[in-house]
């Protein structure tokens, strides 16, 4: 009998897949991100950040001048040329984390600047239909009402056909002084979220905050920290079908899922499998076999999604391997962890059930 392609989700939990022919199957990657955008970008962010302080150095938006050509440049020598080379085929693909900056300035610096970045990434997809898909940044900022940046996440999903967005649980910047995620002042970003049936990537940016690294320990803590707040609430019960991704193979969060059980038991809440993986997921952006290794015998592999983030916080080559360390295709291929059923499920079923959109944009394509 033939096999199909899994249905979009439409409310967790997640529904079994059919498997196809391996060669039939598509590999996804959920993390990608613009980190090679045209040089004209970062020059006239430096712009508006001077302009905090003097006006008149302030750039208008329309004065940023990025080509269609300089695009295609930027990704056909960079992540275009690896996806290639590394064999995966489509990218959800959005704006550079640590650009995102959500500390700097004021809400209309941060509406201003996600727009541009999010149109970009839009341009992208535009261009290259084929190999990328776009998810969104919000223009959060301290201290202001999440609800702000509902009209860019509509403009997005309804103009742009974003099939996700990165929510940001410290828009601070390293100081956490922003309500933890189950607080209710997130909760009309998560009624749109539902009405979309898209998922947040939880995603921090830049740390000011000298304590922190920032992609050596900003992004692990803060995978860990949001896992945590959602362990220690009820948010999903008043939001059954919302998604979180968790990037970077979950932080702390595989490592030490005993204490992450044991906690979960004296809090008195139900199993982690109850409580929160019905909702929870994570990404395969660990770089090395161990830590494939380790994601993929303790966290269940419906939970588990393919992504490299590649050209992004670790890009060298590893000595040990001669293969770079974010080629994470390889530490999938090579777990003994999976079943050819269970991979396609990491490669591809599991991004089209969690990012219904993605699947539905597929299937319009008959994919």
């Not at 295609?72 to 040329?81: G, W």
């Not at 992450?260 to 019905?278: D, I, M, V």
Request: net charge negative; glycine share 6%.
């Amino acid at each position: 009998m033939a096999k199909t392609r899994p249905a979009a989700a439409q409310a967790l939990p997640l529904p079994p897949i059919d498997f196809p022919c391996e060669d039939t199957s598509m590999i996804i990657d959920v993390h990608g991100h613009y980190t090679t955008a045209p040089a004209a970008l970062g020059a006239w962010r430096d712009l508006q950040i001077a302009g905090l302080k003097d006006p008149s150095k302030t750039p208008s938006a329309s004065s940023l001048k990025i080509s269609d050509d300089e695009i295609r440049e930027s990704i056909e020598s960079n992540q275009l040329k690896l996806m290639k080379q590394r064999g995966s085929d489509l990218t959800i693909f959005s704006p550079r984390a640590s650009f995102m900056a959500h500390h700097i300035g004021d809400f209309n610096t941060s509406s201003t600047w996600a727009a541009i970045c999010n149109e970009l990434c839009y341009r992208v997809s535009q261009l290259f239909p084929d190999h990328f898909i776009p998810a969104a940044m919000l223009p959060q900022s301290p201290g202001v009402d999440p609800a702000t940046s509902i009209p860019e996440l509509v403009k997005c999903v309804e103009q742009y056909g974003n099939v996700g967005i990165n929510l940001n649980p410290d828009p601070s910047g390293g100081h956490w002084n922003s309500p933890p995620l189950s607080d209710r002042s997130w909760y009309p970003i998560y009624e749109k979220m539902v009405e979309y049936d898209i998922p947040a990537m939880i995603h921090v940016s830049t740390s000011c905050n000298a304590c922190f690294h920032t992609t050596g320990s900003h992004y692990l803590n803060a995978d860990t920290t949001a896992f945590m707040q959602c362990l220690t609430s009820d948010l999903f019960k008043d939001f059954p079908t919302l998604k979180f991704l968790i990037p970077h193979g979950g932080g702390a969060v595989p490592y030490h899922w005993g204490r992450f059980r044991g906690l979960a038991q004296e809090l008195k809440k139900p199993l982690l499998s109850e409580h929160l993986l019905n909702n929870i997921f994570f990404d395969t952006c660990v770089y090395h076999q161990p830590g494939i290794d380790l994601l993929t015998k303790v966290i269940p592999v419906k939970n588990i999604l393919f992504a490299s983030e590649m050209i992004g916080a670790v890009r060298g080559i590893d000595p040990e391997t001669g293969h770079y360390y974010d080629d994470t295709k390889r530490y999938v291929a090579a777990t003994a962890n999976l079943s050819d059923e269970e991979r396609y499920q990491v490669y591809e079923g599991n991004a089209r059930r969690v990012f219904s959109r993605l699947d539905t944009a597929l299937k319009n394509k008959g994919l």
